[in-house]
């Protein structure tokens, strides 16, 4: 079985056909761990619809996110937003990843308040 970040990765790589760097890999991996963490990103997975979720919810968070994780280490973050079509990728795959964990964290929530 695949970590969460390892499946995000996968998803990338399927697109790129393995041309993800490890450089891209540590961006993905900062990029995850922030959007796990935040409050808008977790309320938006539990309450709303995924097709919602994907279209109109994540892709602001995701802008955000990256642009200030951009600021904060642009060396890092400019490969990401010279690239479009990776850009898209990665925004893809992690919100695939974070509304099935977090949509899921929803669901147990609810299950063991009801016990």
Not at 40 to 51: R, S
Not at 96 to 110: P, T
């Amino acid at each position: 079985k695949l970590s969460p970040l390892d499946e995000i990765i996968q998803k990338i790589n399927e697109e790129f056909m393995g041309e993800f760097t490890d450089a891209d890999r540590v961006i993905v991996e900062d990029l995850y761990n922030r959007m796990k963490k935040d409050t808008e990103v977790q309320k938006a997975a539990q309450t709303d619809d995924q097709q919602v979720y994907h279209r109109s919810v994540f892709p602001d968070i995701f802008d955000e996110t990256a642009m200030e994780a951009y600021a904060q280490n642009q060396e890092a973050y400019i490969q990401l937003f010279q690239d479009a079509k990776k850009y898209h990728a990665v925004q893809a795959a992690l919100a695939d990843r974070l509304y099935r964990e977090l949509h899921g964290k929803a669901d147990s929530q609810a299950s063991s308040d009801t016990q």
